[in-house]
């Protein structure tokens, strides 16, 4: 069982931050960095998607940066061909609380690109919320897989899927 529960969005955002304090120098002296908080969050329950939007978000989030969709948060799912190690292709399936985190470290390392003036790199995102992952529960490593394990899957599911739906019954 995962849990699904969220009891303190709170502690996650602050937790983040200061894992992310402790990899790049310079970021408690920033300003914007230090007023980020929950409020610039919109969390979405029955989301799938999350974001960072440094040029003006949609209108429905008010105005916030970072979007959080919380069914996003269940598993692990990365595609990031430059690193060593990917997730399989149904992703692993993670605590919720943890995925949470998860997203967060890859939208607020958005945040610290564009703070630090850089440019977006879904190579260092997805490094950094992959390392974070490791580092709370390095129970996940061995569910990793290369990227070349990884393309023999998707080429397997794309046979499978002439003959099957999505739920494994036949066409
Ligand atoms: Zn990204």
């Known amino acids: 069982m995962y849990r699904k529960k969220i009891e303190d969005f709170t502690s996650g955002v602050l937790e983040c931050k200061s894992w992310l304090e402790n990899k790049y120098?310079?970021?408690?002296?920033n300003e914007e960095w230090n007023e980020f908080g929950?409020?610039?969050?919109?969390?979405?329950?029955?989301?799938?998607?999350?974001g960072h939007y440094p040029k003006g978000s949609p209108r429905y989030m008010n105005g916030k940066r970072i979007k959080i969709g919380l069914r996003r948060c269940d598993f692990y799912l990365s595609y990031c061909k430059k690193l060593e190690y990917l997730s399989p292709i149904g992703g692993i399936p993670i605590d919720r609380y943890d995925g949470y985190k998860v997203c967060l470290i890859h939208e607020l390392t958005h945040f610290v690109q564009q703070l630090q003036n850089r440019n977006n790199s879904e190579k260092e995102t997805t490094k950094n919320e992959l390392e974070y992952l490791i580092e709370i529960k390095p129970f996940y490593e061995h569910q990793l897989i290369s990227y070349e394990e990884r393309k023999q899957q998707e080429l397997k599911y794309k046979e499978y899927r002439k003959l099957y739906d999505r739920y494994g019954n036949r066409k």
């Open 25 to 29: 120098d310079g970021l408690t002296e």
């Open 38 to 50: 929950l409020k610039d969050i919109h969390i979405i329950c029955n989301g799938k998607r999350c």
